[in-house]
């Protein structure tokens, strides 16, 4: 992607958990500020530990500090490590997620975040679908209002069911629905659909129609190029067709780069974007 005349449209924040991930998680703020970026966001970046200790939490807000590295958005307790894909319709977390989100809004506030994400949860053998959903809800709703609490909004993500087969939303309607069942539900207005470009892709989605049709819900972008989850220019996605329509639609928000530098170094994986667009407004 040689034309950065639509890239310049955008802000762009690094994600910290896949980007510089051969570095200490502590080592990863000052990174990206190397790199000419002012924001990041994070997975939850504490394994499966969902209640942390107050040093660890002091530390990773020390790594942003003495970076100059704003965190823009955060994912409530996941479980990534394990293979999971959220923990939000998982009945066997509901406490452990319970407990996370006052953790994770705490420490998203002190690090200047605005967009908190609650990743759903993988199908579980043995509860019927229609329960995990009515735990999901209400998983949700408990999130939406720990993220209005601190001016954030509640981000819901599709994923692709390639990578994740048993993650019941694999297409962004499916993610909108539930979107829109969350505001029903709070009255808040603050639930947004994350709209990652590569899942879509991957789940064989027209991006440039579920960018016409449900960008008045978009709370972020998260962008890989396809197949391979390399940066833009690496696989079959025209990303100056694609942010010239984010443009086009509206969408004033960030753009988050979540994908694995093709050679390896995380440093080498930002040729695509000049160096003076890094820097997030």
Known sequence: MNDVTAAAKHSYTVNLSILFSELPLLERPAAAAAAGFTAAELWWPFGTEHTPAAAELDALRKAFGDAGVRLTG?????????GARGTVSVPAEKERFRANVPVAAALAESLGATALNALYGNRVEGV??????????ENLVLAARAADSIGAVLLIEALNRPESPDYPLVSAAAAVE?????????????????????????????????????????????????????????????????FARLTAAGYTGRIGLE????????????GWLPRELRAAS
């Open 74 to 82: 955060l994912n409530f307790l996941d479980d990534l490590a394990k």
């Open 128 to 137: 019927t679908a229609a329960e995990q959903d009515d735990l999901a809800l």
């Open 178 to 242: 539930v979107v829109d069942r969350v505001n029903a539900a709070t009255g808040l207005g603050n639930a947004r659909f994350l709209c990652d470009l590569y899942h879509l892709a991957r789940n064989g989605e027209d991006l440039a129609a579920v960018i016409d049709t449900h960008a008045d819900r978009f709370g972020h972008v998260q962008i890989a190029d396809t197949p391979g989850r390399n940066e833009p220019g690496t696989g079959d996605l025209d990303f100056e067709d694609l």
């Open 259 to 270: 994908y694995r530098p093709a050679n390896g170094v995380s440093a080498d994986g930002f």
